[in-house]
C-alpha cells in the first residue's frame, strides 16, 4: 500500500472518531475545536497570499477567526446549556456591532502598516476574507448542530451535524476512487487536472446514497425525521455544493502555485484541502435545514 493512502486511513481513522464525539458533546469542545480549525486555515490562506506579495493583517485576521465560532456559541441562548435553537430568534444586535468594530480595526491598523506601495486594498480584503472563508463559513455548523430539533438531545444535534460530513466523505471518497478507475474528461482541467465527470458523478451518487442509508439508522432517543426525497435533497445538495468548493479552493491554489495548502495534515496537505468540500457544503445545507425548519 502507497505510504501516502496509508498515511491519508491513518489519519481519517483517528480524525473522523474524533470529531463525531466532538460534534455529539457540543458547547465548548464544539467551539473550541471550531475556533482550532478556522485559526488554522485563516493562517493557509494568508500563506497563499504572502505567496503573491500581499501582507495580510495577521493579527487582527486571526483574532477573528477565533472570535466567529466563540461569539457563535456563546450568544446561544440558553435552557439548560442546552439551547433554544441557533436561529429561532432574531440575530443579536451586538453581533453586527462587533463585526462593524472589528472591520474599522483592520482599517485602522492598515492606515497604521500598510502604505500605497504595500498593496492596502488587497491586504485589507485578504484579511477580511480569509476569517470568514475559514472560520465563518465552518461555524455554521452550529445551525446543524442546534436547530429547533437538535437542540433538544446531544443524539438529534450529531445526526443533523454530522449528515453532511459523512455525505461529504463518502462522496469524496467515491469520486477519486471512480476518477482513478475510470478517467474521462476532466471536470475542471485548468484547476484542478485530476477530477472527472466520471467521478463527479459516482461521488453525486454515492452521496445521495449515503443521504438515504443514514436516515435509516435509528439513534438511542432520536429518529431522524427526514423523508426519502428530503434525504435525497440532502445528498445531492451536499455533493453539489462539496463539489463546488473543492474547486473553489484549487482556484485560490493555482493563483499561488501550490498542489496543497500546506503539509500541516500527514497525507491529506493542510486544513483547507481536507475541509474545502465543507466549506460550501454546510452552508448549503444549513440553508436546507432552515427551509424544512430541522
Not at 439548560?80 to 456591532?97: D, E, K, M, T
Not at 502598516?113 to 461555524?139: E, F, H, M, N, Q
Not at 455548523?141 to 446531544?154: F, H, Q
Request: overall charge positive.
Amino acid at each position: 500500500m502507497p505510504s501516502n493512502l496509508t498515511q491519508r486511513i491513518t489519519v481519517s481513522a483517528i480524525a473522523i472518531p474524533a470529531v463525531l464525539w466532538v460534534l455529539y458533546l457540543g458547547g465548548w469542545p464544539l467551539a473550541i475545536l471550531l475556533a482550532g480549525l478556522g485559526t488554522l486555515g485563516t493562517w493557509e490562506v494568508y500563506a497563499l497570499a504572502r505567496r503573491q506579495g500581499i501582507r495580510p493583517l495577521i493579527v487582527p485576521g486571526l483574532l477573528a477567526a477565533v472570535a466567529i465560532p466563540v461569539v457563535g456559541y456563546v450568544t446561544l441562548e440558553p435552557t439548560v446549556r442546552g439551547f433554544v435553537c441557533f436561529y429561532c430568534r432574531a440575530l443579536n444586535p451586538l453581533l453586527p456591532s462587533l463585526a462593524a468594530i472589528w472591520l474599522m480595526g483592520v482599517f485602522g491598523v492598515a492606515l497604521r502598516k500598510r502604505g500605497p506601495s504595500d498593496r492596502p486594498l488587497s491586504a485589507i480584503a485578504v484579511t477580511v476574507l480569509a476569517p470568514l472563508y475559514a472560520s465563518g463559513l465552518l461555524s455554521l455548523l452550529y445551525v446543524l448542530r442546534y436547530g429547533p430539533i437538535a437542540a433538544v438531545r446531544s443524539t438529534g444535534g450529531l445526526w443533523f451535524a454530522a449528515l453532511p460530513l459523512v455525505v461529504t466523505w463518502v462522496g469524496d471518497t467515491a469520486a477519486m476512487a471512480a476518477g482513478a478507475a475510470l478517467g474521462g474528461p476532466k471536470l475542471a482541467p485548468v484547476l484542478s487536472p485530476q477530477k472527472t465527470w466520471a467521478g463527479a458523478v459516482a461521488g453525486t451518487l454515492a452521496a445521495v446514497a449515503a443521504a438515504l442509508a443514514l436516515g435509516a439508522l435509528h439513534l438511542p432517543g432520536f429518529t431522524p425525521p427526514l423523508t426519502a426525497p428530503e434525504r435525497v435533497a440532502v445528498g445531492l445538495i451536499v455533493a453539489l455544493a462539496g463539489q463546488v468548493g473543492d474547486v473553489a479552493e484549487s482556484l485560490l491554489k493555482r493563483e499561488a502555485g501550490v498542489k496543497d495548502s500546506s503539509t500541516l495534515i500527514p497525507g491529506h496537505g493542510g486544513v483547507l484541502d481536507r475541509l474545502d468540500s465543507l466549506y460550501f457544503a454546510i452552508p448549503a445545507t444549513a440553508l436546507l435545514y432552515t427551509a424544512l425548519q430541522l
